[in-house]
């Protein structure tokens, strides 16, 4: 039996009840992208009316703290008057010229700032936009096609990374799209030597997110990154950070920062613009110079760095310029994990904690999550009736057993504290049952 058809008694919120309804007649499957749905967990999604600081509020006026952080977005938390107000004068000069502006320049050098290994840079609008420029200014670049990726890791749905995928598979992506990728098992050093002794010479380049978000979160193995780098450098192969999910959340300069890499691209988006649509791609100077009008490797896009969003992700970055920011992310994750921690140990339950700054997975896995074989063990069926205990609680996760969850620096203590005590509620439900 799948979560969707659990006989549990999921929540219900009437006004969203009858808004998911009414929407699906208009939309498919009542949503935008199939991530915001709730097939994986059952019920009617939940449709909310405005975001504020650390909290949503849905169409019949219950309030939630906010985990789902927008999806990653969020990382200041919603609704910040400094983002709000830069957006506001941006709108009022005109929210998209198709011509170049200050504001490109401005938001280049803070994210320089940030991040020195964006020599070059450009932006887009979505971190799917931004792999799939990344991905066709290496293959430009280096003449050569095959791209490496890694089983269960999630770079957005362009056809060149979806198409060899397992766990989000697609009708409609042709066969040929598929023949140039190789998927190897992520935290496994020997399967990447193996890779590259098989298709020496062919590869163009090796996708990777530093930290995996889509199959719970999963940090790399202590000098996993390294190995991977060296041997990208000793096969002459292009190194691409998929850093959508990590960038400027785990740490200010993304998980290269954390790690200590250098990536010759990085792809970013989410956090960068602090609640505006955005994506970035970026690295070597010389790889970057490839790209037209210079260059051979076509990328183009009308909003691509509009006004609008350049002033959101500029007051965002000078706000994450400040270290307290950071410090307080990390804080409340700490205090976070460290009382669920407590919970799950004293009851022993089938439960895992992983986190990376200020990403976390509350996995249900009798065993920790390294690759995407783990992630198969992980019980969908209770994360899902765990999900509707939170909503009766107040609490907002991703409506997925897999995905990422956020913080934000806009989480009080005792917002953290009744999380604690709803989640530890919630799991008590659970496995009570």
Not at 98 to 115: C, N, R, T, V
Not at 340 to 358: C, D, F, H, T
């Amino acid at each position: 039996m799948s979560p969707a058809q659990a006989s549990f008694k999921t929540f219900y919120a009437e006004k969203s009840a009858a808004f998911a309804a009414e929407i699906e007649k208009l939309i498919p499957g009542g949503v935008d992208s199939p991530f915001r749905s709730f097939k994986e967990v059952g019920g009617h999604t939940i449709f909310f009316s405005k975001a504020q600081g650390a909290h949503l509020f849905d169409l019949d006026g219950n309030k939630y703290i906010d985990f789902l952080g927008a999806w990653g977005p969020a990382i200041l938390g919603h609704c910040v008057p400094e983002i709000t107000e830069a957006c506001k004068q941006a709108l009022e000069l005109g929210p998209v010229f198709g011509s170049p502006h200050q504001f490109e320049f401005e938001m280049a050098k803070h994210l320089q700032e940030a991040m020195p290994g964006l020599e070059m840079m450009r932006f887009v609008n979505s971190g799917t936009e931004a792999v799939m420029s990344a991905v066709r200014l290496a293959r430009g670049y280096s003449g050569k096609d095959m791209l490496v990726m890694f089983e269960g890791c999630y770079h957005g749905h362009s056809d060149s990374v979806l198409a060899s995928q397992t766990h989000c598979s697609s009708a409609g992506i042709p066969e040929i799209s598929k023949g140039n990728t190789v998927l190897v098992p992520y935290n496994d050093q020997d399967g990447m030597k193996e890779c590259f002794r098989k298709h020496k010479g062919k590869i163009a380049a090796v996708l990777i997110e530093p930290v995996a978000g889509s199959m719970g979160v999963i940090p790399p193995d202590p000098g996993y990154l390294k190995a991977v780098e060296e041997l990208c450098r000793e096969e002459n192969v292009l190194l691409i950070f998929d850093e959508v999910l990590t960038g400027l959340r785990v740490a200010r300069g993304g998980a290269q920062a954390l790690y200590d890499i250098k990536p010759d691209l990085s792809c970013l988006g989410k956090a960068l613009g602090g609640g505006m649509a955005i994506g970035a791609y970026g690295g070597r100077a010389e790889i970057m110079q490839a790209l037209e009008p210079i260059g051979k490797v076509y990328q183009a896009g009308t909003f691509s760095g509009n006004p609008l969003t350049m002033a959101g992700g500029i007051a965002t970055l000078k706000l994450l310029r400040n270290p307290s920011m950071y410090e307080k992310l990390e804080a409340s994750g700490k205090q976070l994990f460290d009382g669920l921690a407590e919970e799950i140990k004293k009851k022993n339950l089938p439960v895992q904690l992983q986190r990376v700054g200020s990403m976390f997975g509350i996995i249900f896995c009798k065993h920790p999550v390294r690759n995407f074989r783990d992630s198969l063990d992980i019980d969908a069926h209770s994360f899902a009736r765990f999900y509707h205990e939170l909503l009766k609680r107040g609490i907002y996760l991703p409506p997925s057993s897999v995905d990422a969850a956020a913080i934000s620096a806009a989480h009080s203590s005792e917002d953290i504290e009744q999380a604690i005590s709803g989640i530890c509620d919630a799991l008590g439900f659970v496995f009570s049952a």
